[in-house]
């Protein structure tokens, strides 16, 4: 499930900050709407709303990779915090 939610936060992302400009075809502008890979099967290498859905996406994995980062720090804490450190090893002998 942490996986999905975190796609669900980069896809997010990358159309937060995808602007695609007024008068773009409407092939291009569903195109790079759906996902940088779609943008990248239509449009030419260099096409400024390629290179504008590019940095899109790299934004939306930089904002997705700090969540995950936070979440995972929070986890270790807790851990760190609730699981007892002083734990005495028990020591079971079997007879033979």
Request: glycine share 8%; aromatic share 4%.
């Amino acid at each position: 499930m942490g996986i999905a939610v975190l796609g669900s936060l980069a896809s997010l992302a990358y159309r937060l900050h995808l602007d695609v400009p007024a008068g773009t075809s409407p092939e291009a502008s569903a195109a790079v709407e759906d996902s940088l890979a779609t943008a990248s099967a239509v449009l030419e290498p260099g096409d400024p709303l390629l290179v504008q859905a590019q940095q899109a996406f790299t934004d939306g994995m930089q904002i997705t990779t700090v969540v995950a980062a936070a979440v995972l720090l929070v986890g270790a804490a807790v851990a760190w915090r609730k699981i007892p450190a002083n734990r005495t090893a028990v020591l079971v002998e079997h007879g033979g």
